[in-house]
């Protein structure tokens, strides 16, 4: 996949893709990635990337034509079929399905914007879509574009092991993650529970997924919402309530 991020910081971009999973996908060629400054496409001495909101307020608002002159440079490098993303606290919320939808393109273009903003005729003309990664307040695009980087980028074919690309099929990434210990077997008088250490995997199978479903259910119910429960998960769900009112001994 070939990706260019529109960014007038591209060294925070650049410096933090070389790290990890996205590092290790780039040095593979499995994506290539371009910084692209709309700063290069001013054309006044101040190289002026910003001005003033019509209305008053404020903060500075981001110009149409370098970014749009930005934009424009990453579609002609993009392959046919790329897709324009915007980084803007008013998009789709970004969550696994966008991921997996995005990691089917050939080419993506993430657009980080910062001050208050694009001038809105930028996003109109230019956005395939408006991608926000949760309702909080940053300070610009970049991290965003850096979070969605990262969860499309792993999801290629080739960037994981084996045994972590096998997990990601499966519909363990719907719940919340089972606890995980390594050694020692006992720390400050907590003990590991025990049926990690039978060496059965069938029981240990069934003792994470039921401490999936149990924490998804009393952390993040609106997860289970949209799915329906079978039998044996509800059996795990109500074992797990049971062992946590006995105290987890
Ligand atoms: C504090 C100013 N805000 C209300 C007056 C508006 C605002 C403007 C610009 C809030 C944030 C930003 C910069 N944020 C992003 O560019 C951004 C973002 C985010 O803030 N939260 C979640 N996802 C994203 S994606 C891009």
Redesign the pocket.
Known sequence: MDVKVISLFPEMIRDAAAWGVTGRALDNGIASLGCINPRDFTTDVHQTVDDRPYGGGP?MVLKVEPTAAAVAQAREQLPAGAKVVF???Q?RLFNQTVARELAELPGLALV??????FDERLVEACADME???????????EP?ALVVLDAVLRLLPGVLGDALSAQQDSFSDELLDCPHYTRPEIVDGRQVPAELLTGNHADIARWRLKQSLGRTWQRRPELLAGRELTAEERQLIEEFLAEQKAGGD
């Open positions: 903060g980084l803007t606290p998009g980080c914007g910062r001050y208050e903003g991608l926000s990664v949760g309702d909080y307040v940053i300070s610009g695009g965003a």
